[in-house]
Structure formats: C-alpha cells, structure tokens
T-cell receptor
C-alpha cells in the first residue's frame, strides 16, 4: 500500500485568491496524479506530475489555473489560482503501485466564497 | 475516448443482504483494467476490487465480487452480507493498459440500513 498525506484537509477561501495543496507520499513514485471532484460528481483527472518535467494537463485544465510542482519523487503541490466559486471541489492526489493499483490522499475540500 | 456509466445514482440495502451495483463502459481497447472504488464519508478513496480484461475469471475479494461480461462491456459489483460500514459512494473506473490514468463513472451512493 501507499501512505499519502494531503493537506490542508479543508479550506474556505476568498474569490480571487490562490490555494496550494500539498501531497506527500511515504515512498518514491514516478508519477503523481491530481483529480478534482466537484460537488456530487465523479473524479476528473486534472494533470499528471512527473518529477523533473512539466506536468501533463488533461483537456479543459491549464497550467496558469492549476500550476503543479514536483520537486522530488515523494512530493507534489497543486495550486488553484485566482479562485472562483466554481472551483469549490474536493481535490485529491493519487499515486500508483504496481502500475494499476491507485492510492489516494484523503482529499482537500475547498470552498470558495 | 473511454466512458464509464453507472446508471444507479443511489441504492439502499438491508444489513446482511446482497446488493449489486451496475457499471457499463465503452472502449475499443483490448488491454484494460476495471476497478471498483469506495469513498466513505471520510472521503478516503479505497480500492475494493480490480479486474484484468484478459482474465475471464471474475475477481473476488471476501464479500465483494464482480460479474465481468466483456462482450457486453459490463462490470457489476456484488456485495454480499452487507454491513453498515459498506455505506459509501462506489465508483466504477477504467484504465487503459499502459495508461496509468483512471476514468471514473459518476458513482452510486449506497446506503446500508440496519
């Protein structure tokens, strides 16, 4: 298994501000994944973060809005920039073990007011 | 692109009884994996069960089993002897072989009643 520590667990932010979410894994991983779960909805992949290279963003997500850092093989951050109420969601980081088994952090519940 | 459909937004079951959650998917890939994830109110996503597409035998994990119908692109989850702790959102997910990216269905909210 993998232990993933994600913080903050929740936050309430003013519109127009930015929030950085941190994800720490208990062992080295090549790729880390960031998902968004809008209220009552499923999980949607935002981007894949590789150490030492630019993150790869999925359709509909851009680096200016969701910049990602991956300074080493156990840590990543996702920033939600210039927030609006539509960004209110749960954000989750995830890693894979054995190529197919995904483990998730406990999520960050973001509310933008 | 792959899609995953869960047609039951909500279901309920009595404790100790059996419930089946439905999932269908659409793909042209031959190498892929299917998953059921559980998300309790704590928000922690937990892998329940995994099925490799090339395996005909249905996966089983204790009280959880799947009915994988590859030709019909159906992947249902059966929970036997339901327990109160099974109350959660259940997500069906698809992963193309070699992709490492998950595509999720919209989820089914399961409530186990005492």
């Amino acid at each position: 298994s993998a232990v993933i520590s994600q913080k903050p667990s929740r936050d309430i932010c003013q519109r127009g501000t930015s929030l950085t979410i941190q994800c720490q894994v208990d062992s080295q991983v090549t790729m880390m994944f960031w998902y968004r779960q809008q209220p009552g909805q499923s999980l949607t992949l935002i981007a894949t973060a590789n150490q030492g290279s630019e993150a790869t963003y999925e359709s509909g997500f851009v680096i200016d809005k969701f910049p990602i850092s991956r300074p080493n093989l156990t840590f990543s951050t996702l920033t939600v920039s210039n927030m609006s109420p539509e960004d209110s969601s749960i954000y989750l980081c995830s890693v894979l073990r054995g190529k197919t088994e995904a483990f998730f952090g406990q999520g960050t519940r973001l509310t933008v007011v | 692109a792959q899609t995953v459909t869960q047609s039951q937004p909500e279901m309920s079951v009595q404790e100790a009884e059996t419930v089946t959650l439905s999932c269908t998917y659409d793909t042209s890939e031959s190498n892929y994996y299917l998953f059921w994830y559980k998300q309790p109110p704590s928000r922690q996503m937990i892998l329940v069960i995994r099925q490799e597409a090339y395996k005909q035998q249905n996966a089983t994990e204790n009280r959880f089993s799947v009915n994988f119908q590859k030709a019909a692109k159906s992947f249902s989850l059966k929970i036997s002897d339901s327990q109160l702790g099974d109350t959660a959102m259940y997500f069906c997910a698809f992963m193309k072989g070699g992709s490492e990216k998950l595509v999720f269905g919209k989820g089914t909210k399961l409530t186990v009643n005492p």
